[in-house]
């Protein structure tokens, strides 16, 4: 019988004593952790990664755990956080919790409560947020292939046929998922922002672009041809594994070396 995942839990905290023995008795509970002493070291973990819940200090070096939360809620990163500080002043906890906190825990504390409310939160979590990693994705999708390569959204990671095997990010991962989600079908840049990263999101056109750009990449850097991932001119995009579409089409070349009748070529592009 296959034993259930360990959750990670990210682990922000800038004493360093305090945070070995925190991720000490995390592990001897079952749970896997990942600490960080900075705020950006953080932030930056959790735009390619995925993790369970944040625990998180109000007061560090380089921000406040405030304006971390905040910086993730504008990324549209959701986590489940508990703050843990030695602030033990009322309106403190009600600002952690005003700001999307999940529960607050003031230092010192034992280690057993710690345990049951990372717990705790962690039920709520898994019964209303079914581990969204973008708007459209999730850890709990199945793996699926994408022109040759296995697309793992667990584990935020590309197989390639070559052995390789690459960490993507969210926003990647949403990317590729939406497309296998409407096979065959044209998807205008702006219906991709909305499913990615939400419709309240404010995404250029160019950003996607890029993260487009990053994938087209990562399957040419590992021999991989993207024939069926098409960029349809002044729309959007198609993936099109089964060639059912001419969209996003080269026009072909009539015998007389033209390039294609009026109504191919508009089709095209």
């Known amino acids: 019988m296959r034993s259930a995942p360990k959750p990670l839990i990210l682990v922000v905290e800038d004493e360093e004593e305090l945070a070995k023995l925190i991720s000490i008795h995390l592990e001897e509970a079952g749970m896997q952790t990942q600490v960080y002493n ?67 825990i003031t230092k010192p504390f034992s280690y057993p409560e710690l345990v049951a409310r990372i717990r705790a939160v962690l039920r709520r979590a898994e019964s209303s947020a079914d581990n969204n990693v973008t708007k459209n994705a999730r850890v709990s999708d199945q793996p699926f292939d994408f022109c040759g390569a296995k697309v793992n959204p ?53 950003s996607l672009d890029q993260y487009i750009v990053k994938v087209r990449d990562l399957f040419r850097t590992n021999g991989l041809s993207l024939d069926s991932f098409r960029t349809v001119h002044s729309v959007g995009y198609i993936f099109d594994p089964a060639g059912v579409s001419q969209e996003g089409r080269e026009p072909v070349p009539t015998p007389e070396g033209g390039s294609g009748s009026p109504a191919e070529s508009e089709s095209a592009e």
């Open 38 to 104: 900075r705020c950006a070291h953080a932030l930056r973990f959790l735009k390619r990664n995925f993790a369970n819940l944040l625990l998180l200090d109000v007061n560090l070096p380089d921000q406040s755990g405030f304006q971390l939360l905040d910086e993730l809620r504008k990324s549209d990163i959701s986590i489940p956080t508990i703050f843990v500080t030695g602030n033990s002043l009322e309106t403190a906890k009600v600002k952690g919790l005003e700001m999307g906190g999940d529960d607050y």
């Open 154 to 206: 667990e584990r935020l990671e590309l197989e390639f046929p070559n052995g390789t095997v690459t960490k993507i990010g969210r926003k990647e991962l949403g990317i590729l998922a939406y497309l296998n989600d409407h096979q065959g079908v044209v998807i205008t840049r702006k219906a991709l922002i909305h499913s990615v990263w939400g419709i309240h999101a404010d995404v250029k056109s160019r």
